[in-house]
């Protein structure tokens, strides 16, 4: 399973999502520092009613903690936009 699909899942798993959007932006930072070590790029939008009454902080942390693990090799940078229902 692709590192962008593991995202996807654990996203709509963890979270109960309504919608988990994903865009590998890997190729844009070649040469980066980041994608030596092969961790890769990714913007991620999020819609769940987990976010409901969360500020951003605790909106981030939430994501974070789904794909913690993939921070450590598969993730180098991680960019959220992360709403509830309600927002969109």
Known sequence: MS?????HQRLMETLGAESVE????????AGHAGA?????HYDVIVISSA???????????L??????DLM???IHALSIQAFS????
Request: a negative charge; charged letters at 30%; glycine letters at 10%.
């Open 51 to 61: 976010f409901n009454d969360l500020n951003t902080l605790g909106r981030h942390r």
């Open 3 to 7: 590192v962008k699909d593991q995202i």
């Open 63 to 68: 994501i974070y903690s789904a794909v913690d």
């Open 72 to 74: 450590k090799k598969e």
């Open 22 to 29: 994903i865009e590998d932006q890997s190729h844009l930072h």
């Open 36 to 40: 030596a070590s092969g961790g890769g």
């Open 85 to 88: 229902p309600d927002e969109v």
